[in-house]
């Protein structure tokens, strides 16, 4: 997944200085005659964290254009040579036609007046034998002017180091483009020339930062010819559309162009700092590429020794800058909680997530009788915020362009008057940039958002974890929809909380924020408008999507790297996943494919009846639990026994991604049949029980048996340690079932014939369930176990009306046609069939199973 942050400097850009990530150019260089002078600007009084820079104070700068706009930016090394970098103009191995390619020279902003500025086309275009990609070095291109470029006040050429020359680790540089001024965020018009000042790194220094998992846990390996410069802490660097542009540092009154924007991991990220190509190494080649011209570039001597900043770090002693946002003493003392205050109106509660800006709900603020239902008055407008005990003033309002129609980008962003002291508390929260992947098992937390009462009980301390997104994505939202992978936006980030749900505790008249935590540090992962019901919120939209905005208005908000990488033992989701079909009542049936060892069956149920026998229940809606009445009432009995009822549980295996559910059976109901015990038995739970991947329904079918698709005996091997086993199975056609059993079987009986060695996989005493997965990838419960009998199974089918006006949501398939079974012929039964007693042997049984459904 290299491709997602290391990126040279000009991809996807299109208009001047932009920035996401890092370019490099080089330029030919040649002895340096007397009369050409370099490196002295002019005395004068975006490029990320940078500022614009002074007309005339970097002459060299040139702007490379194909197709009338900016791409990549070059320096000027003499009147007819211009060095860049070669991602700039190689494509698929081949150099662009230089036709195609213009120089502007002398320009400060590309959308202002260009007294000094003139072009020249390009004759030429040389790149290095051996470059093949950014990552693999010689990242540099050197253009042959079609005429000589006209030196002025505005257009000089910039010194290069010869291959001895040295430069400091810790030197300031300053690097300069029209790139963008943060990660997809285009320079402003008029386009100005941007300037930023970058410490070089030492090699080591810089190796060691990127051997540390970044984004995508991705790490990187310096080769030679590659130069370092930034900072631990980013948040200064250059960036998209900055590529081929100059690194240079000042020597004794002169400027050495020292490297060439190249590439980096996003822009200003935390410990990446920009990789530029080192100029130095090449001058024997720039010479060759140069030679015969003249004037050709300057290589000054260095004079004396090397210039040093007054930070120089030691290689030996690298030091990773850790996350300056999302530190909080404990959980739901929340340092960046803001309450925004509107005269007339209730608190509402937002984040503070830089020096000054604040993330709260837009809806907050909607003016009713405004005729554009937008607040005009901010004057009386204050914030409050943790630790501080004066209220802050808003002074001005930027909300999402959407957030009128869109829950999911209900946001808006408030500035602050003055900006707080984040060295001591309040502390700003951590934003996830677009490609941050939330973690399955993540630990998150519930905090207040925007308005309403606040939650039932220690809201603040409700823990939870993050369910997969397979899990998320196909519990609730649309059928068919394709799940994200990793790196993609997630459409919805789903908590499974450690409590049980209480009754009498209603959460649906406040809207709340999901904090995540990553190694002690605190992203704000997604924010929820009211609940719906009383459930507690159980899908939050993701602010993943939001990050780019946030970035582009506050210009400082706090994007961190993802930095948490166990991806667990279930690896990396990169496969493209679809999700099962659903009912009209949402999801059910649905397990992963393929599914680890151990994973629950989420609508298994044990069912303990009055303490002494435990029978096997199936979940068929969120109240209710089928089960074999043989197994539930005793022969006889006239009296409804205590029972309990458990879900998510695994035996004695761990529980992932879910935990358990516990619910008292308040009620049985039998179907009315006349004359015989009925073979099914409705329990009715105390309270309902939310989806999850603990506790989820099983899909019905309204014939019964889906069409194709395998089956199988879910049940224990061992009844003591409840283990969920499954034994593949195949169902027989009625008239075969009829024939092995007399025809003495009770209308809707399955008969199923186990594969080969899974006879005595599943205990029949608790009576378990026999299940199809059906070609849509749902499962589908197709009947339970008759009493003291393994192949023997009462069918779901002939009960569809009976459990739907009994349960009302049970998800039951739309029909997809009735199961193949061969015509009946004249006679019931196949030849030495007839008057059997119990199942024929295997090897006759195998001349009989052309027309079964296959397991």
């Given at each position: 997944m290299l491709q997602h942050l290391l990126l040279p400097l000009v991809t996807l850009v299109v208009s001047p200085i932009q920035g996401a990530f890092q370019d490099s150019a080089l330029s030919p260089t040649q002895e340096e005659p007397e009369d050409l002078d370099c490196g002295r600007p002019e005395s004068s009084t975006r490029i990320m964290g940078g500022s614009d820079a002074q007309p005339g104070r970097w002459p060299w700068q040139v702007s490379l254009h194909q197709n009338g706009g900016h791409i990549c930016g070059g320096s000027l090394i003499a009147p007819s040579w211009v060095l860049s970098a070669a991602h700039c103009f190689v494509n698929n191995g081949t150099v662009e036609p230089a036709a195609e390619w213009s120089v502007l020279l002398g320009v400060h902003s590309q959308d202002g007046p260009r007294d000094a500025a003139h072009v020249r086309a390009v004759a030429a275009i040389l790149v290095p034998d051996n470059y093949s990609g950014v990552e693999l070095g010689a990242d540099l291109a050197l253009l042959r002017l079609a005429s000589p470029a006209r030196l002025g006040p505005a257009v000089k050429p910039v010194c290069l180091p010869r291959a001895s020359h040295h430069f400091a680790h810790g030197t300031a540089c300053w690097a300069t483009g029209w790139g963008d001024v943060q990660e997809a965020?285009?320079?402003?018009?008029?386009?100005?020339?941007?300037?930023?000042?970058?410490?070089?790194?030492?090699?080591?220094?810089?190796?060691?930062?990127?051997?540390?998992?970044?984004?995508?846990?991705?790490?990187?390996?310096?080769?030679?010819?590659?130069?370092?410069?930034?900072?631990?802490?980013?948040?200064?660097?250059?960036?998209?559309?900055?590529?081929?542009?100059?690194?240079?540092?000042?020597?004794?009154?002169?400027?050495?162009?020292?490297?060439?924007?190249?590439?980096?991991?996003?822009?200003?990220?935390?410990?990446?700092?920009?990789?530029?190509?080192?100029?130095?190494?090449?001058?024997?080649?720039?010479?060759?590429?140069?030679?015969?011209?003249?004037?050709?570039?300057?290589?000054?001597?260095?004079?004396?020794?090397?210039?040093?900043?007054?930070?120089?770090?030691?290689?030996?002693?690298?030091?990773?800058?850790?996350?300056?946002?999302?530190?909080?003493?404990?959980?739901?003392?929340?340092?960046?909680?803001?309450?925004?205050?509107?005269?007339?109106?209730?608190?509402?509660?937002?984040?503070?997530?830089?020096?000054?800006?604040?993330?709260?709900?837009?809806?907050?603020?909607?003016?009713?009788?405004?005729?554009?239902?937008?607040?005009?008055?901010?004057?009386?407008?204050?914030?409050?915020?943790?630790?501080?005990?004066?209220?802050e003033h808003v002074m001005r309002r930027v909300p999402h362009e959407n957030a009128s129609w869109d829950p999911a980008s209900d946001l808006v962003l408030l500035q602050l008057r003055a900006p707080v002291n984040l060295s001591v508390a309040p502390r700003p929260v951590c934003l996830p940039h677009p490609e941050h992947y939330f973690l399955p098992?993540?630990?998150?937390?519930?905090?207040?958002?925007?308005?309403?009462?606040?939650?039932?009980?220690?809201?603040?301390?409700?823990?939870?974890?993050?369910?997969?997104?397979?899990?998320?994505?196909?519990?609730?939202?649309?059928?068919?929809?394709?799940?994200?992978?990793?790196?993609?936006?997630?459409?919805?980030?789903?908590?499974?909380?450690?409590?049980?749900?209480?009754?009498?505790?209603?959460?649906?008249?406040?809207?709340?924020?999901?904090?995540?935590?990553?190694?002690?540090?605190?992203?704000?992962?997604?924010?929820?408008?009211?609940?719906?019901?009383?459930?507690?919120?159980?899908?939050?939209?993701?602010?993943?999507?939001?990050?780019?905005?946030?970035?582009?208005?506050?210009?400082?908000?706090?994007?961190?790297?993802?930095?948490?990488?166990?991806?667990?033992?279930?690896?990396?989701?990169?496969?493209?996943?679809?999700?099962?079909?659903?009912?009209?009542?949402?999801?059910?049936?649905?397990?992963?494919?393929?599914?680890?060892?151990?994973?629950?069956?989420?609508?298994?149920?044990?069912?303990?009846?009055?303490?002494?026998?435990?029978?096997?229940?199936?979940?068929?809606?969120?109240?209710?639990?089928?089960?074999?009445?043989?197994c539930i009432l005793r022969p006889g009995s006239t009296t409804v026994p205590y029972i309990e009822v458990y879900l998510g549980r695994t035996g004695a295996s761990p529980l992932p991604q879910g935990h358990q559910v516990s619910r008292l059976v308040i009620s049985i109901r039998l179907p009315r049949h006349l004359g015989l015990r009925p073979p099914l038995a409705l329990l009715e739970l105390s309270s309902r029980v939310e989806p999850s991947p603990s506790a989820l329904s099983i899909c019905l079918h309204p014939g019964g048996i889906p069409l194709g698709g395998s089956c199988w005996v879910l049940g224990w091997k061992d009844p003591q340690d409840r283990v969920p086993v499954a034994a593949a199975v195949s169902i027989l056609t009625p008239r075969l079932c009829q024939c092995l059993y007399q025809g003495i079987l009770p209308p809707g009986t399955l008969c199923v014939l186990y594969a080969e060695g899974q006879e005595d996989r599943c205990e029949v005493t608790s009576a378990p369930p026999l299940l199809c997965q059906s070609e849509g990838g749902s499962w589908i419960l197709v009947g339970m176990a008759v009493r003291g009998s393994q192949e023997l199974f009462a069918s779901i089918g002939p009960e569809e009306a009976w459990i739907s006006q009994t349960v009302g949501e049970a998800h039951f398939l739309p029909p997809s046609g009735s199961p193949y079974w061969p015509p009946e012929g004249s006679n019931l039964c196949p030849l030495d069939m007839a008057g059997a007693s119990g199942f024929p042997p295997a090897s006759l049984f195998l001349l009989l199973l052309t027309p079964l459904i296959q397991g």
């Open positions: 965020d285009p320079l402003p018009v008029p386009w100005v020339l941007q300037e930023v000042e970058l410490r070089l790194l030492g090699e080591a220094a810089c190796q060691c930062l990127y051997s540390r998992p970044g984004p995508f846990n991705l790490t990187f390996q310096l080769l030679p010819g590659m130069l370092c410069a930034g900072y631990p802490e980013g948040r200064r660097d250059t960036c998209q559309g900055d590529s081929g542009g100059p690194l240079v540092c000042e020597e004794h009154g002169r400027w050495f162009q020292a490297g060439i924007t190249s590439f980096g991991f996003g822009c200003g990220r935390r410990n990446r700092p920009g990789v530029f190509t080192a100029v130095a190494p090449y001058e024997a080649w720039i010479r060759e590429q140069v030679m015969g011209s003249e004037p050709g570039p300057a290589f000054p001597t260095q004079s004396q020794g090397p210039q040093s900043g007054p930070w120089e770090p030691m290689d030996e002693n690298c030091t990773i800058a850790l996350p300056e946002c999302g530190k909080a003493q404990r959980p739901g003392a929340w340092p960046w909680e803001a309450q925004v205050i509107v005269p007339g109106s209730r608190p509402c509660h937002g984040a503070l997530v830089s020096e000054s800006w604040v993330l709260a709900p837009a809806s907050c603020f909607l003016d009713r009788s405004s005729p554009d239902h937008q607040p005009q008055d901010l004057d009386n407008w204050r914030v409050q915020l943790p630790s501080r005990l004066s209220s098992g993540s630990r998150c937390r519930l905090a207040r958002w925007g308005r309403g009462e606040p939650a039932p009980g220690p809201n603040t301390l409700l823990e939870a974890e993050l369910l997969s997104g397979w899990w998320c994505h196909c519990l609730y939202s649309r059928q068919g929809a394709t799940v994200p992978p990793p790196g993609d936006p997630p459409h919805a980030l789903c908590p499974a909380y450690h409590e049980e749900e209480e009754s009498g505790r209603c959460w649906n008249y406040s809207s709340w924020s999901l904090l995540c935590r990553e190694e002690g540090t605190w992203f704000l992962a997604g924010i929820r408008d009211f609940s719906s019901g009383c459930l507690r919120p159980r899908a939050f939209y993701p602010l993943q999507t939001h990050g780019p905005w946030i970035s582009h208005v506050t210009r400082g908000a706090y994007l961190e790297d993802q930095l948490t990488w166990d991806w667990g033992p279930e690896g990396e989701e990169t496969e493209t996943q679809t999700c099962p079909p659903h009912t009209e009542h949402g999801a059910c049936g649905l397990r992963p494919e393929p599914a680890p060892m151990g994973l629950l069956w989420p609508w298994l149920a044990e069912v303990h009846v009055a303490g002494d026998r435990v029978c096997t229940g199936i979940l068929v809606a969120p109240g209710w639990v089928l089960a074999a009445t043989h």
